[in-house]
């Protein structure tokens, strides 16, 4: 087994959540079956959003690099970020140590094409549309991203997940933004923001062609672990 080193905190739940999902994708036996993860829980990474969207923010940049060094000291063999809109920074993780980073975007785009999909509605911050960080890997693949004509109310239900509001208040108003694009177009939905992949049961249960990324990572991570 080999360790994964993930940078984590963007949000806490998030990065407990795909901890969750990769112990439930192996079936173990014992406790020595399942994945080591060295986990870099730093809710203090600077806001993507007041960097992205407010244009305000300090740069994530310089404080994940310092986490990826840290993980690859502590005997991480690859990183993983369970965040969408943090790969706009993937290029400083990667400069700053030589393990292999497991992108969750690459990951994401190459499902949705062995799938069929072809334009995909973002259920994802506002952050990610205005970084482009879908645009290379959608392109590689002949996918056409569907974002919402507005998303203030997307970003609204993201920030009420930070903040720690009750999710049940929360699934109703992702499901409208989720039935939006369904009305714009979108032949399959994804769940492009870590927050939003606390409430995938909430998306229209007649409409089932649906991908969350945070999954797409998981099934990496698993491989890579396992070898």
């Known amino acids: 087994m080999k360790t994964v080193g993930i940078l984590g905190g963007m949000g806490p739940e998030a990065t407990i959540l795909l901890m969750q999902k990769v112990m439930a994708a192996v079936p173990a036996r014992d406790d020595s079956d399942h994945v080591p993860l060295l986990v870099h829980q730093n809710p203090q990474v600077p806001s993507r959003i007041k960097a992205l969207i407010e244009g305000t923010g300090e740069d994530p940049g310089p404080t994940l ?7 690859e000291a502590g005997g991480a063999q690859a990183l993983a970020m369970p965040c969408n809109t943090a ?10 140590t030589a393990l292999p980073f497991l992108d969750m975007l690459d990951l994401t785009a190459t499902h949705l094409a062995g799938a069929g999909a072809r334009r995909i509605g973002m259920l994802a911050s506002p952050a990610t549309r205005l970084a482009g960080v879908f645009d290379a890997p959608f392109a590689t693949h002949g996918l056409t991203p569907v974002f919402l004509r507005d998303d ?3 970003l609204s239900v993201i920030r009420a997940v930070k903040a720690g509001e009750p999710l049940a208040a929360l699934r109703p108003r992702l499901r409208t933004e989720a039935e939006a694009l369904i009305a714009q177009g979108a032949d399959h939905l994804l769940i492009a923001c870590t927050e939003l992949s606390l409430m995938s049961d909430a998306l229209p249960t007649q409409y089932r062609h649906y991908t969350d990324s945070l999954d797409c990572l998981t099934a990496a991570i698993v491989d890579f672990a396992r070898g």
């Open 65 to 71: 690099a310092r986490m990826a060094r840290d993980l």
């Open 87 to 96: 790969h706009h920074y993937a290029p400083a993780v990667r400069e700053a």
């Open 152 to 154: 203030a109310a997307l």
